[in-house]
């Protein structure tokens, strides 16, 4: 497991907060760590302090045209003042480039390993050995990013929120995965869901939701939830990763604990990160 798309249809679950939180814990710990915003909200740059003024980058290159060299796909990553992060940010021109995605479909091509649905997948490639992991971080809306991510991932994972949960939303985004698996010979695989902004884990709510989808999904649901801390919400408002904002917020234990469960980190680095929470050094909020 090397690259992982975070995604949900549905806003609003805590998928950016995910994906920048794990992914500055993953640093920290002394992985190396890719992250890519494909969300034209552009969020997850703004979190890792990608600014909207940086230099214009052409998206349509990076989804519709086959790249030749490592240094051309390099020149999309932008390293991050945050320990073993680089990023390759978003804008609102990734808006344009789904359009042209699109009319890329529309081309008849002898071979399914051309179409324009893998140029990302195939452009990805040319990096993904500098890194340990590479997080795909998608937009709530299902479209041609979307099923780019996907094709370009080896898992998906899906956070969910208590307040806007949906059996047949998580169901549907398995199928596409298998629909999209058929369709171009891939085997990305649907790692599952977890719950994210859970006010209590002992609460009538939790422990009855917690049961019925652990009964609905059987193997797909992850039995880590991630607790709904002032914390957390004040880390997004100031656009800052959890961890540089409050290292005491007891949210980040369960990001650990969900990294273990997902075997993303060996016991040597879980103790790293472990005793980073409790390191008296550096400010606190």
């Known amino acids: 497991m090397k690259k992982i798309t975070f995604m949900n249809f549905k806003g609003g679950v805590g998928k950016t907060t995910s994906v920048c939180t794990m992914a500055e814990l993953l640093g920290l710990a002394g992985y190396h760590v890719l992250i890519i915003d ?15 003024d940086i230099e214009e980058l052409n998206y349509r290159n990076l989804f519709c045209e086959k790249m030749y060299s490592k240094k051309s796909m390099q020149e999309f990553v932008v390293k991050t003042d945050y320990a073993n992060i680089h990023m390759l940010p978003s804008s609102e021109d990734m808006c344009d480039v789904i359009y042209k995605i699109y009319d890329g479909t529309k081309e008849k091509v002898k071979d399914k390993n051309d179409r324009i649905e893998l140029t990302f997948s195939k452009n990805l490639k040319l990096v993904e050995d500098d890194y340990d992991y590479i997080f795909i971080d998608t937009s709530p809306f299902k479209t041609y990013l979307s099923y780019c991510a996907i094709l370009a991932s080896d898992k998906v994972v899906t956070p969910i929120s208590l307040d806007n949960f949906s059996y047949e939303g998580v169901l549907k985004l398995a199928d596409l995965i298998v629909e999209l698996n058929t369709s171009f010979k891939k085997n990305t695989e649907f790692m ?10 002992t609460s009538n709510l939790f422990t009855g939701m917690s049961g019925s989808y652990q009964e609905q999904l059987d193997n797909l649901f992850i039995p880590i939830a991630i607790r709904d ?18 290292r005491k917020c007891p949210a980040l234990n369960d990001y650990i604990e969900l990294l273990n469960y997902m075997d993303m980190i060996d016991n040597k680095h879980y103790k790293i990160l472990k ?7 550096g400010g606190d909020k």
């Open 192 to 201: 599952g869901v977890f719950f994210t902004k859970i006010k209590s884990k």
């Open 38 to 52: 494909l969300d034209p909200q552009s969020n997850t740059s703004r979190m890792f302090g990608i600014k909207e």
């Open 275 to 281: 005793n980073l929470l409790v390191s008296k050094k």
């Open 229 to 246: 801390l002032i914390a957390v919400a004040e880390a997004n408002t100031a656009f800052q990763p959890l961890f540089t904002y409050n």
